[in-house]
């Protein structure tokens, strides 16, 4: 039986290989865990344009339902300009890259305390 631990770094391992295959920029994952009862890690990613995030929105949605996670809560998939993910023990959030600049949610979630690790 796969612990809460093994169960949300699979769920991370899931989510960074989807979007690096989507190609997805910039991407970022947060270890949260302990710091937020929302999940364990927030991946936060750059899309190029509104098409380009919502391709990897869908493709990581069925990525995750092939790889046997549950349903995942989506919102902002309309617009394409800022499209948050909550899959449980993971949150992604996929951003056109004006967007995220503006938001900074990387900065606001930066603390000494919270690992965060760039791919690439």
């Known amino acids: 039986m796969e612990s809460g631990v093994d169960a949300a770094r ?3 391992g899931t989510v960074l290989a989807s979007v690096e295959d ?3 920029e910039d991407i ?3 270890n949260i865990a302990g710091k937020s009862a929302l999940a364990d890690y927030m991946v936060v990613v ?3 344009s509104n098409r ?3 391709a990897i929105c869908e493709h990581l949605m069925s990525d995750m339902k092939d790889e046997g996670f549950g349903p995942s809560r989506i919102e902002g998939l309309e617009n394409g300009d800022w499209v948050v ?3 449980g023990d993971v949150i992604i959030h996929v951003f056109r890259p004006e967007v995220r600049a503006f938001y900074n949610i990387e900065k606001m ?3 000494p305390d ?3 690790e760039t791919l690439h």
Request: hydrophobic share 50%; charged share 25%.
């Open 22 to 24: 989507s190609k997805a």
């Open 10 to 12: 699979r769920a991370l």
């Open 52 to 54: 380009h995030v919502s």
């Open 109 to 111: 979630w930066a603390a």
């Open 28 to 30: 970022v994952y947060l």
């Open 46 to 48: 750059s899309g190029r």
């Open 85 to 87: 993910i909550d899959a």
């Open 114 to 116: 919270i690992e965060e």
